[in-house]
């Protein structure tokens, strides 16, 4: 049986949103802004978690947010992005933009619990808010990872969004852990 590990990138006021500025949001750009000299770093962070899943798991538009930045990139990392096998969660999508991906287009929570009970290992998210939302609002998700920036955003949406989620979520602490010089990752399992 699979887990389903959400893991983001966070400002410190919890804002996901828009990290590389293409948005335009107002607090869009805090990822590139607030990287510094961890860029390394977090890169073997995100290579291991890469190595480790058995899967991905987006919503429409992170597949093809991903799929033009990775497709054309060389390298270990990029091989294994780009080889892992992708379960990308659309109503609309009829074909996914990124290799090895397979369109889930059924009703999200019945499509992500089936994987669940197909897919050995760790299915990981990546970016996806939405879909991540209701994966935590619906007892789907097991462990959440927080790359924590030292930055304040201001504004964007967040993930932990009590409106978003219907409520309150229990969580507990797994690891803390530093990331090169400012980075934290935060892990958490979903209290059951």
Avoid: C
Avoid at 122 to 147: P, Q
């Amino acid at each position: 049986m699979g887990r389903i590990v959400i893991g983001t990138n966070t400002a410190l006021d919890g804002v996901v949103q828009d990290p590389d500025g293409q948005e335009g949001t107002p607090g869009g750009g805090w990822f590139t802004d607030a990287m510094g000299a961890d860029r390394e770093a977090w890169a073997e962070h995100e290579m291991r978690e890469a190595a480790e899943a058995s899967a991905l798991l987006l919503g429409g538009r992170s597949d093809a947010w991903f799929a033009s930045r990775w497709l054309s990139r060389e390298g270990a990392w990029a091989d294994r992005l780009n080889a892992i096998p992708k379960y990308v969660v659309s109503s609309t999508l009829q074909q996914a933009r990124w290799s090895n991906a397979t369109v889930l287009a059924g009703d999200p929570v019945k499509e992500v619990a089936e994987l669940r009970r197909t897919v050995d290992g760790d299915i990981v998210v990546y970016g996806s808010l939405r879909l991540a939302r209701t994966l935590i609002a619906n007892d789907l998700a097991d462990e959440l990872r927080l790359m924590v920036f030292p930055v304040v955003a201001g504004s964007g949406g967040r993930l932990l969004d009590e409106a978003a989620l219907g409520g309150t979520r229990a969580l507990r602490l797994l690891e803390t852990r530093r990331i090169g010089g400012q980075l934290v990752l935060q892990t958490y399992a979903f209290a059951r």
